[in-house]
């Protein structure tokens, strides 16, 4: 009894499930009434326990494991996956949810993890009676990883295009890509405003209307990038400055490159001594001035000819440039003449920018 007790115990266990005791009556071919509500221990002893000791004993340690995985994949993935939801958000200037929010990180996050887990179990002895169950999940929560990575991919491409291609100066240079834009915009907002509806991950990511339209949108928004990285080539061609440009600058320069003053906080991205410019009182788009700030002071030098700033922006940069450095040329040029002309340094000085100063001195 010092023997069997011990493997009673062990059967006891609510680890033990119904295929628990169907392997052990197959095992002992012994009819075992487990499942009668006046199932005895006098029943169980009939069979010869002590016979197959260490076999028993491997299969109630198998019950264990195989409870705690069952736990696990039920209670930390399977339910997981039934109330997790996707944060949809507004945009700038859009009047409806459009973004995939911030808990997508934690999201991409637990899906890598989830599938590192499934992948452990997958891989252990006990996982039998669980396989077909834990190989479903694997390949659900792939093919979610997968639809999440490449619909975060087309919201990358969409945010990048969305202010470019539906307001400004670019819209209206590339008509053509505009209105392919407005039709990917268009079919975006859709899948977005179902995915707000949904939100629960496994259904969103599951839903073929979304997963055979981000292929598309994809292919459709990688074209506009094209053609607008093409446009953009040829705006630094015709001014090299704007190489020195992210594309996040260069393109918010060129969306409001018909309305100058619209430009002034970006004139120090593209000169490295003109913070802002200054127009004619009575031609607002003619540029008299050009200046730079130095914290609290700031220092200007007036062109020597207007510069008119019409048409394209690049091309008026371009003679803004040019006129700059004419203008440059001539005040270093009066500088070494006039530099011992004043009575006083001091005189000189004030006269002059600090550096053509510097230089006549």
């Not at 499942?35 to 299969?59: G, N, V």
């Not at 991205?269 to 031609?283: G, M, P, S, T, W």
Request: glycine share 4%.
């Amino acid at each position: 009894m010092t023997e069997i007790i011990p493997l009673v115990a062990a059967l006891a266990k609510p680890s033990i499930r119904p295929r628990h005791w169907e392997e052990i009556i197959e095992m002992t071919k012994e009819e075992i009434p487990y499942t009668s509500e006046t199932f005895t221990l006098d029943q169980l002893l009939k069979a010869p326990l002590l016979q197959f000791k260490d076999d028993i004993e491997d299969i109630t340690e198998s019950a264990d494991k195989q409870l705690k995985l069952e736990k696990s994949l039920n209670e930390d993935i399977i339910d997981y996956w039934e109330e997790a939801e996707l944060e949809i958000k507004m945009w700038k200037g859009i009047e409806q949810p459009c973004l995939l929010g911030g808990n997508i990180q934690d999201i991409q996050e637990k899906l890598e993890e989830h599938i590192m887990m499934l992948n452990q179990f997958n891989a252990v002895r006990h996982v039998t009676p669980f396989k077909p169950q834990v190989l479903y999940q694997i390949g659900l929560i792939s093919d979610v990883a997968d639809t999440v990575e490449k619909w975060l991919k087309v919201q990358t491409l969409w945010t990048n295009l969305v202010s470019v291609f539906t307001s400004g100066d670019i819209a209206k240079q590339m008509p053509t890509e505009s209105k392919s834009f407005k039709k990917i915009n268009s079919s975006w907002l859709k899948i977005m405003e179902r995915a707000a509806e949904g939100k629960n991950v496994i259904k969103v990511c599951m839903n073929d209307i979304l997963r055979n339209s981000l292929g598309g949108l994809q292919e459709g928004l990688e074209v506009c990038q094209k053609k607008l990285d093409h446009y953009l080539e040829t705006k630094k061609m015709i001014f090299p400055r704007f190489y020195f440009c992210s594309n996040a600058d260069l393109l918010k320069i060129l969306s409001v490159g018909s309305d100058p003053n619209m430009v002034q906080d970006d004139f120090e991205k593209l000169f490295a001594a003109i913070n802002r410019v200054r127009f004619d009182e009575q031609d607002r788009r003619l540029i008299v001035e050009i200046y730079q700030v130095m914290g609290v002071c700031e220092e200007s030098v007036l062109l020597a000819e207007g510069v008119h700033a019409e048409g394209n922006i690049e091309e008026w940069l371009v003679k803004l440039q040019n006129e700059m450095q004419r203008s440059v040329r001539g005040i270093c040029s009066r500088g070494a003449q006039d530099c011992f002309s004043y009575a006083t340094l001091h005189e000189f000085v004030s006269q002059y920018p600090s550096a053509v100063a510097l230089l006549g001195i």
